[in-house]
């Protein structure tokens, strides 16, 4: 069993983040380091834990943040009923989804999952009554907590910090439950599992609709923090992408791991954004391919994922520590 | 009265008739043996028996209750477990991590799964690799693993398919012991093997398949005398 400590370290660090840093442009890279962790760890609970890989789930994420953006300006829905409501949507498809993974396996999984979020995208940014359409919604800002109006970014660090542990302790129950071993046990051989009692089936349904709900509680947080929806990155295969990276990089079925793979990849991202965006006209895309090429280099030399790769050189290391 | 039925189970794939008309009861506390040439459906029956096929015909029975139309997962958690022909270890996982999936079956308690699973572990003579990944095990040290991990889902019936194949000679002996142990605890066992000597030394009562069909079901002495099972093995040339 994996122990707890860098878990404990980490979130500790972020918490202590606002009280160290007042710097905004570090407290917002902090605020998505969170997010986008959590964002993964819902991913890992269907991509991770119960091998369902997806490349769709910025569909989720796209209903929360669509589903409190709309009933926030056109009814003054609270955010907080928005988060249910898109839930409750993304668990509805989730089931949908996840019923389809009993019939279709690896490749085809995957593509129907992308078909699935570029199917939301046109929905969004077609139906202009209703979504306004390619034109995006912008989030209302109403002051106070019940309406997520918040200026202060230290008060959102703890916010998505709650989140953020959440995610973390859903996964740990993955990882030591009964459920999870039962879960481990279909991704490894769905039939030997059925064979041994484990009602693979439901399992992996219950578990694809779970990821559902939390990625589009994300969705809602993030949209709320952001303050403005744009369909065509919401429901981007980018997006998905994104989530599944970050899960892949950090240590694909491990608690800890999305946050960490998300960390990588905000923080690389901005800080070579930042150091060559305006390094002129030429160069502009230069820092994605040093983006790529680390991505591409971590990769080749932990394809676990840096989690377990950290883990694997410690314990070859132990023992020249012990008998020292 | 009989534990397990099966009764007329007849299963088409296509043009081939995989089982026809396969009819045989299994006491409570029996050990039976299935034998028959490759192609025989053997492993088709246990796959029906398990869930995992649906029979075209027939009925397979649990103490009167019928298994047949229910969900592997549904036979297992009812009493039946099996092992794959085809090992199938969770190999990214500890070993005793497999054998408590097994366990979890029967309890909601993931501590007692552990010391249950690290029992039977112990019993299979698996213990000293409880904490390795299944993957480094070898093949008899996985046979031994798929029969903890049927045990673990305290199993009325269970169904081997083939315990002694593809193992290496010096690993027979303790596998054919373990067997005999499991049968002499009284638990139910219907077993696969190729091996004659192995079999007709392990099984107080054989039965037959050939082509799909049973040709024999009585004691080793009597199957291996039959002219119907020395024509299949051995085919028409040697029946006199």
């Known amino acids: 069993m994996r122990s707890t400590w860098p878990a404990v370290t980490f979130f500790a660090a972020a918490a202590l983040g606002p009280i160290v840093v007042r710097d905004a442009f570090l407290l917002d890279g902090l605020i998505l380091i969170l997010l986008w962790g959590a964002t993964a760890a819902s991913w890992n609970v269907a991509g991770g834990y119960a091998g369902q890989v997806s490349l769709g789930h910025a569909a989720f994420f796209g209903l929360g943040a669509y589903s409190a953006a709309l009933l926030g300006t056109r009814w003054a829905v609270s955010p907080w009923i928005g988060l249910l409501v898109g839930a409750g949507l993304a668990t509805g498809f989730g089931f949908i989804l996840g019923f389809l993974s009993n019939r279709l396996r690896g490749p085809y999984f995957v593509l129907a999952t992308i078909a699935f979020s570029q199917v939301l995208l046109i929905v969004a940014s077609r139906w202009r009554g209703f979504t306004s359409g390619s034109e995006g919604i912008p989030v209302p800002f109403r002051p106070g907590f019940w309406t997520l109006g918040i200026a202060d970014k230290r008060a959102w660090v703890y916010l998505v910090l709650v989140l953020a542990a959440l995610l973390y302790l859903v996964q740990l129950y993955l990882e030591r439950s009964r459920r999870g071993y039962q879960l481990a046990a279909v991704r490894e051989d769905e039939d030997a599992a059925l064979s041994l009692g484990v009602p693979a089936r439901r399992l992996k349904v219950a578990a694809i609709a779970a990821s559902a709900a939390l990625t589009a509680a994300c969705g809602t947080l993030w949209a709320q923090y952001v303050g403005f929806v744009d369909p065509y990155y919401v429901f981007s295969v980018d997006l998905s992408v994104r989530f599944c990276l970050a899960a892949i990089l950090g240590g694909i079925g491990t608690p800890l791991g999305p946050f960490l793979g998300a960390a990588l990849i905000t923080i690389l991202e901005t800080s070579l954004r930042a150091r060559f965006g305006g390094i002129g006209a030429g160069l502009v895309g230069i820092y994605l391919i040093i983006y790529g090429v680390v991505l591409i280099v971590t990769m080749r030399f932990a394809p676990q994922g840096l989690l377990p790769w950290i883990a694997e050189h410690r314990r070859r290391r132990a023992p020249l520590g012990t008998t020292a | ?240």
Do not use: W
């Not at chain 2, 045989?24 to 029996?30: I, L, S, T, Y």
């Not at chain 2, 794959?84 to 308690?109: I, S, Y």
């Not at chain 2, 009585?218 to 020395?230: I, M």
């Open chain 2, 1 to 240: 009265m009989s534990l397990l039925s099966v009764a007329g189970i007849t299963k088409r794939f296509g043009g081939v008739t995989a089982n026809r008309d396969v009819t045989f009861d299994v006491a409570r506390g029996e050990l039976v043996g299935i034998i028959g040439p490759n192609g025989s459906g053997k492993s088709t029956l246990f796959e029906i028996i398990s869930g995992f096929y649906r029979p075209d015909a027939g009925e397979v029975r649990l103490d009167g209750g019928p298994l047949t139309g229910l969900s592997p997962d549904r036979v297992c958690r009812l009493g039946v477990a099996r092992t794959f022909q085809k090992l199938r270890p969770f190999a990214g996982l500890t070993v005793v991590d497999n054998v408590m999936v097994g366990a979890l079956t029967r309890t909601r308690d993931v501590r007692h799964a552990r010391s249950r699973a690290r029992e039977l572990l112990d019993r299979v003579g698996l213990g000293e690799k409880a904490d390795a990944h299944a993957r480094t095990l070898s093949t008899g040290q996985r046979k031994r693993l798929e029969l903890a991990r049927a045990l673990a889902t305290e199993p009325r019936v269970l169904l081997l398919d083939e315990v002694t194949g593809g193992v290496d000679q010096r690993s027979i002996p303790g596998l054919v012991q373990l067997v005999r142990d499991l049968h002499r605890g009284g638990l139910t066992l219907l077993v696969i093997e190729h091996n004659m000597r192995v079999i007709t030394a392990v099984a107080p009562r054989i039965v037959a398949l050939y082509l799909g069909e049973k040709i024999a079901d009585g004691t080793p002495d009597a199957v291996t005398r039959d002219p119907r099972v020395v024509d299949a093995y051995l085919g028409q040339a040697y029946t006199r």
